[in-house]
T-cell receptor, first 113, second 112 residues
Framework: GQQLNQSPQSMFIQEGEDVSMNCTSS?????WLWYKQDPGEGPVLLIA?????ELTSNGRLTAQFGITRKDSFLNISASIPSDVGIYFC?????????????FGKGTLLTVNP | NAGVMQNPRHLVRRRGQEARLRCSPM?????VYWYRQLPEEGLKFMVY????????ESGMPKERFSAEFPKEGPSILRIQQVVRGDSAAYFC??????????FGPGTRLLVL
């Protein structure tokens, strides 16, 4: 099946710092999605990207759909303690079903107040 | 507007027992998806259902696992004769059509 490589696996930062994480694939994706999962909860959609090169913001979060359609990144600016959680990239590969999401393994973010 | 609801939130079973996980989609959503998350892993697609129909069960183990979404009531993911390897978080998502999926809080299954 499709594989998404997400990095870094974990990050430990100070409050106020900016954060960047990315996701790569060996194959082309039609859609890139970024989710956040809090402990004991389900993933919550943060940003959805549908076109190569697309750059989308949601508050302090910015995500981009890579030009090659094989990667995406998520930036968080001026981190705060409530940003703590696991961030997942997910996508729908080209030629695949448009409902079957493929997920990365996640980036665990810890923010030190 | 209530979100996707799943129950129970936590379920403990002994090996060989049955586990039944329930999912009520968001109001107005007729498409339901089930995913499994193993510890320190991403979510893996299991099955996609619409009312009274299984559309795609390519991610479901061939044995012991079944899913349904009846005309009335919640979607059910059923695991018969559970084994320790079934311990995981099971997430349900719903959507109005084949578009943005909204996830429930999950059911954490522990098999002793």
């Amino acid at each position: 099946g499709q594989q998404l490589n997400q990095s870094p696996q974990s990050m430990f930062i100070q409050e106020g710092e900016d954060v960047s994480m990315n996701c790569t694939s060996s194959s082309i994706f039609n859609t890139w999605l970024w989710y956040k999962q809090d402990p004991g909860e389900g993933p919550v959609l943060l940003i959805a990207l549908y076109k190569a090169g697309e750059l989308t913001s949601n508050g302090r979060l910015t995500a981009q759909f890579g030009i090659t359609r094989k990667d995406s990144f998520l930036n968080i600016s001026a981190s705060i303690p409530s940003d703590v959680g696991i961030y997942f990239c997910a996508g729908q590969p080209l030629g695949g079903s448009n409902y079957k999401l493929t997920f990365g393994k996640g980036t665990l973010l810890t923010v030190n107040p | 507007n209530a979100g996707v609801m799943q129950n129970p939130r936590h379920l403990v079973r002994r090996r060989g027992q049955e586990a039944r996980l329930r999912c009520s989609p968001m109001k107005g959503h007729s498409h339901v998806y089930w995913y499994r998350q193993l510890p320190e892993e991403g979510l893996k697609f299991m099955v996609y259902l619409q009312k009274e129909n299984i559309i795609d069960e390519s991610g479901m183990p061939k044995e012991r696992f079944s899913a349904e979404f009846p005309k009335e009531g919640p979607s059910i993911l059923r695991i018969q004769q559970v084994v320790r390897g079934d311990s995981a978080a099971y997430f349900c998502a719903s959507s109005p059509k084949e578009e943005t999926q909204y996830f429930g809080p999950g059911t954490r299954l522990l098999v002793l």
